[in-house]
């Protein structure tokens, strides 16, 4: 019986529109852009298990290039994430009979930027964030955090993500899991679930 379900963000709950490269370069000029994206995502693999504040990175980063003027313009453009609707209303119908928790792979900043602007604090029971775990999928750390957090038999949670790898990780940790984008439509989740008699 399944008695929680974690939800990835990035391609399920969540969608970034592409182009931000090309959204930053509308504020520094395009000629700034590579060296801004090598310097910022330089600490990425760190800023996923809380090994780097990445707000604190921004800034430094921002200071050295010399372009604290521009900060709240660029940071707008950590706020480009559009919610999945059709997801998320299914989500909370879903959340009436079993506990949802999101379980995403981000650095605090986007993390918090979510949590403010997509309000996933409550859509769901609660967040397992790469960052504030120290492990990031498909590491079995992970899993191995969340379900120690939850207090449950691995079999007892189900795990949906769009990404193929994550989704066998989190079945060698023992979790029910199904791989699912938003762009296979809605139909195609209720069936997984389904399949989980949710």
């Not at 529109?17 to 760190?46: C, N, Y």
């Not at 996933?120 to 750390?141: E, R, V």
Request: hydrophobic fraction near 50%.
């Amino acid at each position: 019986m399944i008695r929680a379900v974690l939800w990835d963000a990035d391609g399920v709950l969540q969608h970034t529109p592409r182009g931000w490269e090309d959204r930053v370069g509308a504020v520094i000029g395009a000629d700034l852009v590579p060296r801004f994206a090598e310097d910022l995502w330089s600490v990425s693999a760190r800023a996923l298990v809380g090994e780097v504040d990445f707000a604190a990175h921004i800034d430094r980063v921002l200071t050295a290039q010399g372009l604290t003027a521009d900060r709240e313009a660029l940071l707008a453009t950590w706020r480009d994430i559009e919610a999945v609707a059709a997801a998320r209303e299914h989500v909370a119908r879903l959340r009436r009979r079993v506990p949802c928790y999101l379980a995403s792979n981000q650095d605090s900043y986007r993390a918090q930027v979510m949590r403010e602007h997509l309000g996933y604090d409550d859509l769901l029971d609660g967040c397992f964030f790469s960052c504030d775990l120290g492990a990031a999928k498909p590491d079995p750390a992970y899993f191995a955090a969340v379900v120690a957090a939850l207090a449950l038999a691995p079999e007892e949670i189900l795990f949906i993500d769009d990404v193929e790898v994550n989704v066998v990780a989190a079945r060698a940790a023992g979790l029910q899991a199904e791989v699912w984008h938003h762009d296979r439509g809605i139909e195609v989740l209720v069936a997984l679930l389904g399949t989980h008699d949710l």
